[in-house]
């Protein structure tokens, strides 16, 4: 007999939320009971998200009505989550939150995180970090099992931290040389209107943005720091390229005397042999945007420019799924006892 999981949408007409809605749907063992947003409450979700015809026609509901729900996912800005999760606790829901409000478990981690993007540096909640768990699974599957909270990843940090955490592992790399590359789709920066990405302004134009202060550096020193056993500090840019969805991180470092190529290729694999969402993919082989869109894998694609004996890592996602709305299913599955793969097995399309 299947086990039936009630789920509530906080932030349901974001992309993020629609994300989550768009896979729920889909899932054996949940049931969407309610859909919450401050846009267009009172409609029905297939009047937002027409492709939802048939599929979903939910009521939005104001964000503040009351929910009741195994799982509450937080599809919301920083500083709505902190606010709010104590409730929901207290009720005995479990809780995604896709902000950074839940990615750091001490008050001093967040509060070095939101004074790097400006928000006030005292958690709202500050007694509930500790039941915290950062939501990377491929990394913290573990702890993700009994997390009363867990902060789903930034999307950039999803890429990098896959691309990196096997050769930051093993020891493979000089860490002091590793350099992030990082291009993600338009649809990242979320479904409000801003000048920037007006299509005139966007269409044919790449740009870099927030160089050497990006919020998802922190997630990304963090964990590999853990991973390496010591700290590290990277490089890393961030860019909007004119797509609607998809991010390419590429990794550069200095492999260590005496590594191979072979070698190389030979720690990814081990290291994602039984990840069911990592795929790694040898110098041979071809991978792009298209291998991971619509989709809630992460193509690794290993490569040694032999010449300057630089291993380069090319790390595909979907931003919206693998770096959002599917990892935070990943991450329920997990916490509520499912098979981590339930109702995420779709593939992407082509073209």
Same mark, same amino acid.
């Given at each position: 007999?299947?086990?039936?999981?009630?789920?509530?949408?906080?932030?349901?007409?974001?992309? !993020?939320?629609?994300?989550?809605?768009?896979?729920?749907?889909?899932?054996?063992? %949940?049931?969407?009971?309610?859909?919450?947003?401050?846009?267009?409450?009172?409609?029905?979700?297939?009047?937002?998200?027409?492709?939802?015809?048939?599929?979903?026609?939910?009521?939005?509901?104001?964000?503040?009505?009351?929910?009741?729900?195994? %799982?509450?996912?937080?599809?919301?800005?920083?500083?709505?989550?902190?606010?709010?999760?104590?409730?929901?606790?207290?009720?005995?829901?479990?809780?995604?939150?896709?902000?950074?409000?839940?990615?750091?478990?001490?008050?001093?981690?967040?509060?070095?995180?939101?004074?790097?993007?400006?928000? =006030?540096?005292?958690?709202?909640?500050?007694?509930?970090?500790?039941?915290?768990?950062?939501?990377?699974?491929?990394?913290?599957?573990?702890?993700?099992?009994?997390?009363?909270?867990?902060?789903?990843?930034?999307?950039?940090?999803?890429?990098?931290?896959?691309?990196?955490?096997?050769?930051?592992?093993?020891?493979?790399?000089?860490?002091?040389?590793?350099?992030?590359?990082?291009?993600?789709?338009?649809?990242?920066?979320?479904?409000?209107?801003?000048?920037?990405?007006?299509?005139?302004?966007?269409? =044919?134009?790449?740009?870099?943005?927030?160089?050497?202060?990006?919020?998802?550096?922190?997630?990304?020193?963090?964990?590999?720091?853990?991973?390496?056993?010591?700290?590290?500090? $990277?490089?890393?840019?961030?860019?909007?390229?004119? $797509?609607?969805? !998809?991010?390419?991180?590429?990794?550069?470092?200095?492999?260590?005397?005496?590594?191979?190529?072979?070698?190389?290729?030979?720690?990814?694999?081990?290291?994602?042999?039984? =990840?069911?969402?990592?795929?790694?993919? !040898? =110098?041979?082989?071809?991978?792009?945007?298209?291998?991971?869109?619509?989709?809630?894998?992460?193509?690794?694609? %290993?490569? $040694?420019?032999?010449?300057?004996?630089?291993?380069?890592?090319?790390?595909?996602?979907?931003?919206?799924?693998? !770096?959002?709305?599917?990892?935070?299913?990943?991450?329920?599955?997990?916490?509520?006892?499912?098979?981590?793969?339930?109702?995420?097995?779709?593939?992407?399309?082509?073209?």
């Amino acid at each position: 007999m299947k086990r039936s999981i009630t789920a509530a949408i906080i932030g349901a007409t974001g992309y !993020g939320g629609v994300g989550a809605i768009e896979i729920l749907v889909r899932h054996p063992n %949940v049931t969407i009971t309610s859909l919450h947003a401050v846009a267009d409450v009172g409609k029905r979700i297939d009047e937002v998200y027409p492709h939802l015809t048939g599929v979903c026609d939910k009521v939005i509901q104001p964000a503040d009505a009351p929910i009741k729900a195994d %799982v509450v996912f937080f599809a919301t800005p920083d500083g709505v989550g902190m606010k709010e999760a104590r409730t929901y606790v207290k009720a005995g829901s479990r809780i995604i939150d896709y902000s950074g409000d839940f990615r750091f478990n001490t008050p001093a981690l967040y509060a070095q995180y939101a004074a790097r993007i400006g928000k =006030e540096t005292t958690h709202a909640a500050e007694d509930l970090l500790a039941s915290s768990v950062y939501g990377l699974a491929e990394l913290h599957r573990d702890e993700i099992k009994n997390a009363a909270i867990v902060g789903n990843p930034g999307c950039f940090a999803v890429s990098a931290i896959l691309g990196a955490a096997p050769a930051v592992k093993s020891g493979i790399i000089d860490t002091k040389t590793m350099i992030f590359d990082a291009k993600s789709g338009v649809s990242g920066a979320g479904k409000k209107v801003n000048p920037i990405y007006h299509y005139p302004h966007r269409y =044919e134009e790449m740009n870099a943005y927030k160089i050497g202060k990006h919020q998802h550096v922190m997630e990304v020193e963090r964990e590999l720091s853990a991973a390496a056993g010591s700290d590290i500090t $990277v490089t890393f840019t961030a860019q909007v390229f004119p $797509v609607v969805r !998809g991010i390419m991180t590429s990794v550069y470092a200095r492999l260590n005397e005496g590594v191979t190529y072979e070698k190389a290729l030979d720690v990814f694999k081990s290291f994602y042999a039984n =990840e069911p969402f990592v795929t790694v993919y !040898g =110098e041979k082989e071809s991978v792009g945007n298209r291998s991971v869109r619509g989709s809630n894998r992460c193509a690794v694609w %290993v490569n $040694v420019d032999r010449r300057t004996n630089t291993l380069i890592i090319l790390s595909h996602i979907d931003n919206l799924l693998k !770096g959002q709305a599917g990892s935070a299913v990943q991450n329920m599955n997990i916490m509520m006892g499912l098979p981590e793969t339930e109702g995420l097995t779709f593939i992407g399309s082509y073209p």
